[in-house]
């Protein structure tokens, strides 16, 4: 089962993730650690087209599990995806909005440290949010606000 974490930077979805994998078998692939992994500190570009690269390796990671391990869960993260295209790329059998309200989520960012994605912060906020696409398809709201375990057990009972 494909699983996507979708929302603006700084709403929960890395913390979210590694929550629901710690609740139940999942295996999280976040396009910030393997852009880290892949490209090193001074290869990071955070560019389009890296974006996409790293996004193809996440899709043919997944592919490659499912193959070995149908009954997998796979959560994506570490992308916003804030247009359709990016959220129908991935083919996900559940989509996982995380929302929280806007000075949470730049108090988080202000906040952040040790996030493998060093573009973070308040101006990359304002950027996707202005170019956010609401999600259509089916989802789970998630509002991060709350307590992580009600956040966690809400997903979990998505997710079956």
Do not use: N
């Amino acid at each position: 089962m494909r699983v996507l974490l979708a929302g603006l930077p700084g709403t929960g979805k890395s913390t979210l993730a590694a929550a629901l994998a710690a609740r139940q078998p999942a295996l999280v692939l976040s396009k910030d650690t393997v852009r880290a992994a892949v490209f090193g500190p001074q290869w990071v570009e955070y560019s389009s087209e890296q974006d996409e690269f790293v996004m193809g390796l996440l899709l043919e990671t997944a592919r490659w599990w499912e193959a070995r391990k149908p009954d997998a869960v796979i959560i994506f993260d570490g992308r916003t995806f804030a247009h359709r295209w990016q959220r129908d790329a991935v083919q996900a059998d559940r989509v996982i909005w995380c929302v929280c309200p806007p000075e949470l989520a730049r108090q988080r960012l202000e906040a952040a440290t040790g996030h493998p994605a060093a573009d973070r912060g308040v101006a990359l906020y304002e950027r996707v949010e202005a170019r956010f696409e609401p999600l259509t398809e089916p989802h789970l709201l998630v509002d991060t606000s709350r307590p992580l375990a009600e956040c966690v057990e809400a997903m979990v009972a998505y997710l079956r």
